[in-house]
């Protein structure tokens, strides 16, 4: 399986602290978030990842530079200017293959085990499911939920709304009507699928955190470095 981690945005509500430095390098207990992603993807056996960026990309560049000293072999996709989701998706699919492939938002810490999706990649492959979704319990942030997940499958509208991770499993058709370059949001790709019954999902209970504002960082900084701990990724 091969993995792209979303690094394209500009993360205007961490300013100023992404005024310099692109938001995948923020750190948390001394590590950068998109590095802890990297090295849960080499500890499942991923290998080859995807890098999207935008916003002061040369910086994630020099720091990450190959990949080789975290264990994968790192292609970038720069974009001029941010492509969204599913552009930014669609303008690497040459990079991705023709598998099903993960898909990790750089600006999210968590414990959830990526090597599961080793084995939902191969099942969607098999199958005719266009997306896997990783639902969490909706934070304090986003009351209202995004999707709703009822029996392994994820639909757009209903009661128990949950919120989707930024985590799930694509398969490449998904992108299909998309020209490379191009801008275009994953939101409205998904909720075609759904009403199609091509989603599935599941609901993570551990730990996750969207690291979306200075003070949220500050609270994920403070609470790994109590319980002194480096795990997890991000």
Partial sequence: MRAMILAAGRGERMRPLTDRTPKPLLTVNGKPLIVRHLEALACCGV??????????GE????????????????????EAQALETAGGI???????????????NADVFTEFDLCSLQDRSASMQAGEDLAHLIMVDNPPHHRQGDF???????????????TFSGIGVYSPRLFSGIVPGTRAALAP??????????????????????????????ALDERLRRAGTTTGNA
């Avoid at 790709?189 to 500050?218: C, I, K, N, Y």
């Fill in 90 to 104: 669609a303008n690497a699919l040459q990079w991705l293959g023709l598998a099903p492939f993960a898909v990790i």
């Fill in 59 to 78: 910086l994630i560049e020099a720091a990450l530079e190959d990949g080789s000293r975290f264990g994968v072999q790192i292609r970038y996709s720069p």
């Fill in 148 to 162: 709703v997940l009822r029996e392994g499958r994820v639909l757009a509208d209903g009661e128990a709304r949950l």
């Fill in 189 to 218: 790709l998904l909720r075609a699928a759904m009403a199609s019954g091509r989603v599935s999902g599941e609901h993570f209970h551990g730990a996750w955190d969207d690291v979306g504002t200075p003070q949220r960082l500050q």
């Fill in 47 to 56: 290998r080859e990842v995807v890098i999207n960026h935008a916003w002061l």
